[in-house]
């Protein structure tokens, strides 16, 4: 019994015992435990692992003829148990969670408690003196002409100081003077981010969604937000129907209008998850608000509390199984496109991202020799691409993680691909059809290769919505990389994921000779059918 831990949360498996393997399959009892956090999947695990224990000694007490479908019976079991898990682990939040609510309450009113206690002498002091100020005016009136207008002077000036340190007080008890507007800030953080090598589209996209929040809040100064402003933004985005800017029924509306508009739907559009609410819309709030607070010396509304998002559930996403691929080879091959034919193996076998590979160049894909002599072909993702009027542009990636050296699998000799990249000039774009609809360029050459993948996938039988999309490929990968035993780091130079641990961001960021000599080499998944792209490059040949 072990745990596993995906990008969608952990995962339980447990190894089918030897004398049962006959009757329910050698593969492992799987179960996905969601977005636990890892004591509570720890926990679950183990509960799991005594349950699963008492059901294979059932499983041995059952005759052959009471078998049908036992493994599915097996799981629905676990899964059953499970969903008991959760509910008690849920039930435990609740009340942890109400529990801190207290507790955060109470040290508010603590902090509001002795915030006061700390004010109270300025309040006593201002009291007194306007007490003063009034005994000072009875004096003065009671003076001769000549000695009522210097007092009066000295009033003047004592009122005057006396406005001024009110003033001081109300404003700290406010949160200081106002900063500049957040309109403004956003302008110019977001000015300063376009130098730095952050991609321009996550830029844009940061920008936008920050812009959402000014509409729903209002355009304040920076340092004028509270906490509940950002809840009650929260609690409106899980109202608001996913792929919101694709769908013409909600062109010009404001969230909070399409959210109004989607609920009074008779049969409702689904509403955005809460990764997406997480990572598209509270991610760059909250790195905006911090980075502005130390510029601006205010506190971040978002540094000491937690906001509640609870958006429908993610699809997870799977990789392809050896099937589903070779049914997609098998027409990928037969294709006329350059894009057409060869990303669906690239994508399958390097891992690399759409974005990334449509973007390549003649000159990305070169061979690397190592100590022994021998050539092993790479894609350099980290050379600047070369523009038609000849000008060097920086190539934009996802992140710093993915300005990598990829390794070509020897496959890709074998059917071809090699032979094709080498076709190219050294500037020339290596699938040039991609950027264009018939005789128009298209605005996103990566989104329309990305749709013109799906379709292809739907053609094959393959494709499920959020499920089963060419960015599964990505993930499909991963899998080949981890069954073939290669380190877990050099998996995740080789895809583009960020190194997560102190311990893994050391020593070389890219592949080194010896890694990639191990990728080119990889054994590819049993029963994987490479047939067509042979016999089709014999064809062209």
């Not at 499983?59 to 509910?87: K, P, Y």
């Not at 090598?197 to 844009?204: A, E, G, H, P």
């Not at 877990?488 to 997560?500: S, V």
Request: hydrophobic share 40%; charged share 30%.
């Amino acid at each position: 019994m072990y745990l596993t831990h995906r990008k969608t949360g952990f995962r339980f498996q447990i190894a089918v015992p030897a004398d049962l393997q006959v009757r329910i399959g050698r593969t492992p009892i799987r179960i996905p435990l969601r977005n636990m956090s890892a004591s509570s999947a720890r926990r679950a695990a183990r509960l799991l692992s005594g349950h699963a224990e008492r059901l294979f000694i059932t499983v041995r007490a059952l005759r052959g003829s009471d078998m049908t479908d036992i493994r599915d019976e097996i799981i629905a079991e676990l899964h059953q148990q499970l969903d008991g898990l959760l509910e008690q682990f849920r039930e435990y939040q609740d009340k942890s969670e109400r529990l801190l609510a207290v507790e955060v309450q109470s040290a508010r009113l603590s902090g509001q408690n002795d915030a006061m206690t700390l004010l109270q002498p300025v309040g006593a002091q201002l009291g007194m003196l306007a007490d003063g100020m009034q005994a000072i005016e009875k004096k003065v009136r009671s003076l001769p002409k000549r000695g009522q207008e210097d007092a009066a002077d000295a009033l003047t000036l004592m009122q005057t100081q006396m406005a001024a340190l009110a003033e001081k007080v109300q404003m700290s008890l406010e949160g200081g003077p106002p900063r500049p507007l957040i309109s403004e800030c956003l302008e110019t953080w977001t000015k300063a981010r376009r130098d730095t090598d952050i991609d321009s589209k996550k830029v844009d996209t940061d920008y936008n969604r920050i812009s959402d929040f000014i509409r729903f809040a209002g355009d304040k100064p920076i340092n004028k937000y509270g906490f509940l402003e950002f809840q009650k933004w929260s609690s409106l985005l899980t109202r608001v129907p996913a792929n919101l800017s694709v769908r013409p029924e909600f062109k010009g509306k404001t969230h909070q209008q399409a959210a109004d508009y989607n609920d009074q739907r008779k049969i409702p559009f689904k509403k955005m998850t809460a990764t997406t609410i997480e990572t598209n819309y509270f991610s760059p709030l909250k790195i905006f608000f911090r980075q502005m607070a130390a510029h601006h010396n205010f506190t971040s509304p978002l540094a000491d509390a937690r906001v509640s998002i609870s958006g429908r559930e993610s699809t997870e996403r799977r990789p392809l199984t050896v099937e589903e691929l070779n049914r997609w080879f098998k027409h990928a091959a037969a294709q006329g496109r350059a894009e057409m034919r060869w990303l669906p193996l690239l994508g399958a076998i390097t891992g690399a991202r759409i974005g990334e590979l449509i973007f390549l160049q003649g000159k990305d894909i070169y061979p690397m020799q190592d100590d022994s002599g021998t050539k092993h072909w790479i894609l350099d993702l980290r050379t600047d691409i070369t523009d038609e009027d000849g000008t060097a542009d920086e190539r934009k990636l996802k992140s710093r993680a993915a300005r990598r050296l990829v390794a070509i699998h020897e496959i890709f000799v074998t059917v071809g691909f090699i032979k094709y990249a080498q076709s190219r000039r050294a500037d020339d774009w290596l699938f040039p059809a991609a950027f264009y609809h018939g005789k128009t360029r298209v605005a996103d050459p990566a989104d329309a290769a990305s749709k013109r993948m799906n379709n292809m996938l739907k053609k094959v039988g393959v494709h499920e919505p959020q499920k089963v999309v060419f960015h599964s490929t990505r993930h499909t990968a991963k899998d080949i990389m981890r069954l073939a035993r290669v380190d877990d780091r050099t998996n995740d130079i080789q895809i583009g994921h960020a190194l997560g641990t102190v311990s893994r961001n050391y020593g070389s960021k890219v592949l080194v000779a010896d890694e990639i000599e191990v990728l080119s080499a990889l054994p590819l998944p049993k029963g994987l059918d490479l047939s067509p792209y042979l016999e089709s490059g014999t064809r062209r040949g």
